[in-house]
T-cell receptor, first 113, second 114 residues
Framework: DVKVTQSSRYLVKRTGEKVFLECVQD?????MFWYRQDPGLGLRLIYF???????EKGDIPEGYSVSREKKERFSLILESASTNQTSMYLC????????????FGQGTRLTVV | GENVEQHPSTLSVQEGDSAVIKCTYS??????FPWYKQELGKRPQLIID?????GEKKDQRIAVTLNKTAKHFSLHITETQPEDSAVYFC?????????????FGTGTRLLVSP
């Protein structure tokens, strides 16, 4: 049974703070993704990684960075949190063999005040 | 890059009716099309998927159809039940490429009334 665990379910941070969102998976999947979910906008891809230390920008990378030092862990970093980054953040993993199921974490609802 | 459009954004049906959700994609190289269901407060989960070498796939009350020429695919739910109420997302990606970037549509909120 795949487990994708995000470090926090709810998070409140102040404007300008540096924020770290962590995602850990136990299935040895190569691909890992960070999405942002907002009402009416669906799941928008922020960054993804297909290998350790490899990363690719998604559709909305501005204001974010990522780190993948180990295969099982993919971190999303908000360098200087802003109120427009208040959102639900979802991590997902997928085996590198194409056309396989993506498994999501439980989500982190981040509020920036 | 790939762009996936999804319609309608909300859909209300009576229990027992059928529901259809439609998606279009822009990249003709996309060849894998999954559908995810997200119940309230829960994570998205795969319910069915289809590859470009298949025109239709069924799994009990749900089916997905694909029209590669029109770059269009649809989710069909028959005999809807209240537990089908959720947000449904379509997605597209390129299977067996260097990395499979999964692009989602904007979601459809389905409400099934008893």
């Amino acid at each position: 049974d795949v487990k994708v665990t995000q470090s926090s379910r709810y998070l409140v941070k102040r404007t300008g703070e540096k924020v770290f969102l962590e995602c850990v998976q136990d299935m040895d999947h190569e691909n890992m993704f960070w999405y942002r979910q907002d009402p009416g906008l669906g799941l928008r891809l922020i960054y993804f990684s297909y290998d350790v230390k490899m990363k690719e920008k998604g559709d909305i990378p501005e204001g974010y960075s990522v780190s993948r030092e180990k295969k099982e862990r993919f971190s999303l970093i908000l360098e200087s949190a802003s109120t427009n980054q208040t959102s639900m953040y979802l991590c997902a993993t997928q085996a590198t063999r194409g056309g396989t199921e993506a498994f999501f974490g439980q989500g982190t609802r981040l509020t920036v005040v | 890059g790939e762009n996936v459009e999804q319609h309608p954004s909300t859909l209300s049906v009576q229990e027992g009716d059928s529901a259809v959700i439609k998606c279009t994609y822009s990249d003709s190289a996309s060849n894998y099309f999954p559908w995810y269901k997200q119940e309230l407060g829960k994570r998205p989960q795969l319910i069915i998927d289809i590859r470009s070498n298949v025109g239709e796939k069924k799994d009990q009350r749900i089916a997905v159809t694909l029209n590669k020429t029109a770059k269009h695919f649809s989710l069909h739910i028959t005999e809807t039940q209240p537990e089908d109420s959720a947000v449904y997302f379509c997605a597209a990606s390129k299977e067996n490429t260097g990395f499979q970037k999964l692009v989602f549509g904007t979601g459809t909120r389905l409400l099934v009334s008893p």
